[in-house]
């Protein structure tokens, strides 16, 4: 039996989708490749509402986290961290030799907009990077205002990691002054892992062509260079994600931006009221993520005996994120799924625990 996943990436995918994976394939420097990646980058512009460059990364979301901190820190990072998430942008910077410094919240809070006012206005900083959607505690940061603070200061290069939440919620790059905004496929849209996309500004470019020791595989000038010249990629790409998320792109424009945007408040919201009857909300009420509802386990119950006993009946939900296991239980309601199936999984837990 298949489990269905209601795990924060990676998500279910369609079969349809899960087919083109199997296209057969073309040569990496064909005519046909290069119009394939031509077609992507024009839906993706869409789905982030930007013009930027977009560029493919044959890796998971990190990857082009670490080349965004890497590449385009010329002076010195300001890492505001929210969780698990916005913390390991911060071992990035340092692993790579850049000079950063963090600012975290406790769990289940958001990034204060006056802090990162503070941080960036003594001038020691070139670079930004925010959680949009911290997905190991399901807090969505207020990214119109911290972006409007971010605005004051035009020489910092202003990253945002939106991997649990592009394709799922409302985020306007351009408008938002986003330079370097990052997403995976095994989240919000809804493929399966191994390939990451953002969409880089030319100001994130220039900046990055300044900056020694970027690496290879993920020096975004490279990337940035080829997307842009040729839409094509420095190495070889995984070209199967890349028919998949071709084909997927038209889905989630054909279901339309403010349905597919809508659907998620919708389960977002009915995930909400199920956990506040029958448990508690764990973020900042002020600040929930569309895209995940994290619960807090105020009854007490082992989580992974729940999900050994979802199992049994076809359904995976996710433990709480490191420090967060056990007391709290996470629900993802992103990417294809329906509202239907979030009744099913919460109907199914009710009944299991007795409630
Ligand atoms: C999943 C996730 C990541 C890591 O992405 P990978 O694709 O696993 O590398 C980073 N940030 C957030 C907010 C995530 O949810």
């Known amino acids: 039996m298949h489990t269905k996943l209601f795990i924060p990436g990676p998500v279910e995918v369609l079969p349809e989708v899960l087919e083109k994976m199997a296209t057969p394939m073309i040569g990496h420097r064909s005519k046909a490749c290069a119009e394939l990646q031509k077609n992507i980058s024009e839906k993706v512009q869409k789905v982030f509402y930007t013009k930027n460059v977009i560029v493919l990364s044959t890796s998971s979301g990190s990857g082009l986290m670490e080349s965004a901190i890497r590449c385009c820190t010329g002076k010195r990072a300001a890492v505001f961290s929210i969780g698990s998430f916005g913390d390991r942008w911060y071992k990035m910077a340092k692993t790579n030799g850049k000079e950063a410094d963090i600012f975290r919240v406790p769990d289940g809070q958001a990034t204060p907009p006056a802090d990162v006012d503070a941080a960036l206005a003594t001038g020691k900083y070139d670079l930004v990077t925010i959680t949009h959607n911290e997905t190991s505690t399901g807090v969505m940061n207020p990214i119109a205002e911290i972006a409007a603070v971010i605005k004051k200061y035009p020489d910092v290069v202003f990253c945002v990691d939106t991997v649990s939440s592009m394709g799922g919620t409302y985020i306007p790059v351009d408008e938002l002054g986003i330079d370097f905004c990052i997403t995976s496929s095994q989240k919000c849209l809804g493929l399966p892992p191994g390939m990451s996309i953002a ?25 940035y260079e080829k997307a842009q010249k040729k839409y094509q990629y420095p190495s070889t790409p995984s070209i199967s994600h890349m028919f998949a998320l071709d084909y997927q792109l038209d889905r989630i424009l054909a279901e339309g931006l403010e349905n597919r945007f809508a659907r998620h408040i919708e389960m977002a919201e009915y995930t909400r009221d199920w956990a506040r009857k029958y448990f508690a909300i764990f973020p900042d009420e002020r600040y929930l993520s569309n895209t995940l509802t994290t619960v807090t386990n105020t009854r007490g119950i082992s989580v992974a005996d729940l999900n050994a006993e979802l199992a049994k009946r076809g359904f995976n939900i996710s433990n709480g994120y490191g420090d967060l296991k056990e007391k709290t239980f996470r629900i993802a309601h992103m990417a294809d799924c329906t509202l239907a199936e979030v009744k099913e999984v919460t109907d199914a837990i009710v009944d299991i625990l007795g409630l």
């Open 199 to 223: 969409s880089v500004s030319e100001k994130a470019y220039e900046r990055a062509k300044t900056v020694e020791n970027r690496g290879l595989y993920f020096d975004i000038v490279s990337l």
